[in-house]
């Protein structure tokens, strides 16, 4: 079966804790994206990586990091500076190839609640 | 810098009515996407739109792309309770492969 993993689906911290949330694809595509979805509100980009151990900044990348040392994994650390890190967060991959962009394949979700 | 608009943000419907959500982007797009999300779901691709003016079906939703590219809609006949969820526009952010989405129409069906 094709497709996206995040895990875990619900994930509960302290506030001033680091984590680190996982997304894994088998699709082979070289892109990746995380975005952060709050109630009622859009997608929001906080990382996109195009080819391994490489990646950029999207619009909300303070407070976050990411890897890219595999083409299948793309894992974000949520570090303590985020201020408000509460929230759902999406993971997605595309393909990468000539005029883009094409459609993107998100997976499940986690949702992370500090407090 | 780029932004795509969506209007409404909410809306609710009787099921059996028609429902319309408009996208609108500060510039020009090479092209738009429709994704919708389930409640409690992630996005899940729906269409993409390419060419001026396109007009495209999938059963009983309708999506357009504006003669000068910078507006589209999604059109959904007799809606159904089915159809509950959001539906987002997503334009390209760049040669990047990223998307800017907009912020959404979430659709209530009441049966």
């Known amino acids: 079966d094709g497709g996206i993993t995040q895990s875990p689906k619900y994930l509960f911290r302290k506030e001033g804790q680091n984590v680190t949330l996982s997304c894994e694809q088998n699709l082979n595509h070289d892109a990746m994206y995380w975005y952060r979805q709050d109630p009622g509100q859009g997608l929001r980009l906080i990382y996109y990586s195009q080819i391994v151990n490489d990646f950029q900044k999207g619009d909300i990348a303070e407070g976050y990091s990411v890897s890219r040392e595999k083409k299948e994994s793309f894992p974000l650390t949520v570090t303590s500076a985020q201020k408000n890190p509460t929230a759902f967060y999406l993971c997605?991959?595309?393909?990468?190839?000539?005029?883009?962009?094409?459609?993107?394949?998100f997976g499940p979700g986690t949702r992370l609640t500090v407090t | 810098g780029q932004q795509v608009m969506q209007i409404p943000q909410y809306q609710h419907v009787q099921e059996g009515e028609d429902f319309t959500t408009y996208c609108n982007s500060s510039?020009?797009?090479?092209?738009i996407q429709w994704y919708k999300q389930r409640p409690g779901g992630h996005p899940v691709f729906l269409i993409q739109l390419v060419k001026s003016g396109e007009v495209k079906k999938q059963k009983r939703l309708t999506f357009q792309f504006g003669e000068a590219k910078k507006n589209s809609s999604l059109h959904i006949t007799a809606t159904q309770t089915t159809d509950v969820g959001t539906y987002f526009c997503a334009g390209p952010g760049g040669n990047t492969g990223k998307l800017i989405f907009g912020q959404g129409t979430t659709l209530q069906v009441k049966p």
């Open positions: 510039t020009t797009l090479s092209n």
């Open positions: 997605a991959s595309s393909i990468l190839q000539g005029y883009g962009p094409y459609e993107q394949y």
